[in-house]
């Protein structure tokens, strides 16, 4: 499971394995308080378009069709996510206030849909020599 979660919240023990995915260090946090497995600093928007949508909602929908082609253009950013997320519960920690219009939230869903996507076969086509 994939969850996204902002920094000032306390760590549970269903949060697995905790990365921040912000590029810049949150405002009041200790490295030791948040309870980290990594800080991802790469795998954040760009700080061109951190800058352009400046956490306003009515920019989101551009926000995040912008961010899903950073994504995909750099998979080495992204890919030990994909991973630590295949192993068991991942959580992605943000500081932005607004828990809905957050860089968090579209990376959750990109690496959602490409761990669908990347799943095991689903046609007897796919299977074919496993047998």
Request: hydrophobic share 40%.
């Amino acid at each position: 499971m994939i969850q996204c979660k902002r920094v000032y919240e306390a760590a549970q023990s269903t949060d697995g394995q905790r990365v921040l995915v912000d590029r810049l260090w949150p405002r009041g946090c200790s490295k030791e308080s948040l309870g980290l497995a990594d800080w991802l600093k790469r795998v954040a928007p760009s700080d061109t378009l951190r800058k352009q949508f400046c956490h306003d909602p009515a920019l989101f929908d551009e926000f995040r069709l912008l961010y899903r082609a950073e994504l995909a253009a750099h998979p080495e950013h992204w890919q030990v996510l994909l991973e630590m997320a295949r192993k068991g519960n991942l959580t992605l920690l943000y500081a932005a206030k607004d828990e809905v219009h957050n860089n968090a939230v579209v990376l959750a869903e990109f690496l959602e849909e490409e761990r669908e996507r990347c799943g095991p076969p689903s046609s007897p086509v796919c299977y074919a020599g496993e047998l």
